[in-house]
């Protein structure tokens, strides 16, 4: 039987050999395996890439969120954590780690509700929340799937009230917004190099990137125990620095980022030409002409989710369900640590309606047909349910 993995990090490190393998053997013949030359190297690489004025590896995505909160806490309270009653505006539908990074922040997280077209933060109720929430500190806008919010929105709301916008890129890097890079545009971007992401590492890795030179000196210092001198420290502090050999890797990889989101660009394309038209069925939306989606996910919404995900399981076809759980309902954001910004019916919705399909920058046409093949029979024949 055929079986159509999600991703293929095998086939992608057969595509890099040669590089990557150059990249671990030059860190073997240096030894510098705390901040050694590739960090600053990945540093300067994906600043330019992004166009912004500094960016700062880390260990993960999640680090990369908290120690740009942080570094905001202290920036704009003068104090080490924001508390309990500094709000900052998010998304329910996205990875724990976001929401997590704000009570890890010391803040509150506030829930708003998603635009059913694209699954982001929906910039009209974070405007009707505005009106009211005099507490809200900032906004943590994320891309999930590989396209941007609104951005025009989210940042004209935080000039509107002074409020700190942090993009979590941690599925859209090389996405991009009236031609802007993804995480240049607010106040700091965190991106992830998880192994799965579209641009991803050997283990887990992350970045911040940020305009700011003052917010850019306190990330550093924040992930280096919290000082410039380790021996004598100003602030709480962490060991979440990026390894050296995951900033190998990474460089060797970023050479083909463009080109690997160009291929998502097109099984996408395929997917939703062959999908769009059938009844019960909900493609991905591209309602921002001048937004660029990576896909970092190709998620589509059915009514029968998890009979359409178990057929296609025994077809040997995978897939996914990002995110199962919206998190508003998650143990870790009750006991009053995180507010509701209205109904989140959108959310819910869609938590049960979602499903990913491979999106393997390197699957073959033929595999992609595949998937087109099966999917269409199960929704046309509707024997999913
Ligand atoms: C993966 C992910 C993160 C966390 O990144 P890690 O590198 O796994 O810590 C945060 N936010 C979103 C939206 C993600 O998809």
């Not at 974070?126 to 906004?139: A, D, H, M, N, S």
């Not at 660029?292 to 178990?310: C, F, K, M, P, S």
Request: charged share 25%.
């Amino acid at each position: 039987m055929k079986q159509i993995p999600m991703l293929d990090l095998n086939a992608e490190y057969a595509h890099m050999k040669t590089d990557i393998d150059a990249a671990l053997q030059r860190c073997l013949s240096h030894q510098k395996w705390i901040l050694g030359p590739e960090v600053g190297e990945l540093e300067q690489k994906i600043a330019a890439y992004l166009g912004s004025a500094h960016c700062i590896g880390c260990s993960s995505g999640t680090e990369a969120l908290v120690l740009s909160l942080r570094a905001l806490a202290i920036r704009r309270t003068g104090k080490e954590y924001f508390t309990r009653d500094d709000e900052i505006l998010t998304t329910p539908f996205t990875f724990t780690a976001t929401g997590d990074a704000i009570l890890r922040a010391g803040a509150t997280p506030v829930f708003v509700d998603i635009d059913p077209r694209t699954y982001n933060l929906d910039a009209a109720k974070v405007r009707e929340y505005l009106r009211t929430g005099t507490k809200v500190v900032g906004i943590m806008p994320v891309h999930l799937y590989g396209q941007s919010c609104d951005m025009d929105a989210v940042l004209d709301l935080a000039r509107e009230r002074n409020l700190f916008v942090v993009e979590d890129v941690a599925q859209a890097f090389g996405g991009m917004w009236r031609g802007r890079k993804l995480g240049s545009l607010g106040t700091l971007g965190a991106f992830s190099f998880f192994p799965s992401k579209n641009l991803g590492c050997f283990g887990d890795g992350g970045m911040v990137s940020t305009g700011d030179p003052v917010l850019a000196d306190l990330v550093r210092m924040l992930l280096k125990h919290g000082g410039k001198d380790k021996y004598n420290v100003d602030h709480i502090g962490y060991n979440a620095r990026l390894d050296t050999l995951q900033a190998a890797v990474l460089l060797a990889k970023l050479k083909h980022i463009d080109d690997f989101n160009d291929r998502r660009r097109k099984i996408a394309a395929a997917y939703t030409a062959a999908l769009k038209d059938l009844k019960g069925i909900t493609v991905p939306a591209e309602p921002y002409a001048h937004a660029h989606h990576v896909y970092h996910q190709y998620t589509i919404a059915v009514e029968n989710r998890d009979g359409l995900q178990a057929r296609l399981g025994k077809e040997g076809v995978a897939s996914m369900v990002y995110y199962p759980f919206p998190l508003h309902r998650m143990k870790v954001f009750g006991e009053g640590r995180s507010r509701n910004a209205g109904s989140l019916a959108v959310a819910e919705k869609a938590a049960g309606r979602v499903l990913s399909l491979p999106i393997e920058p390197l699957q073959a046409g033929e595999q992609t047909e595949f998937v087109i093949a099966r999917v269409s029979d199960h929704i046309r024949k509707r024997d999913h349910s």
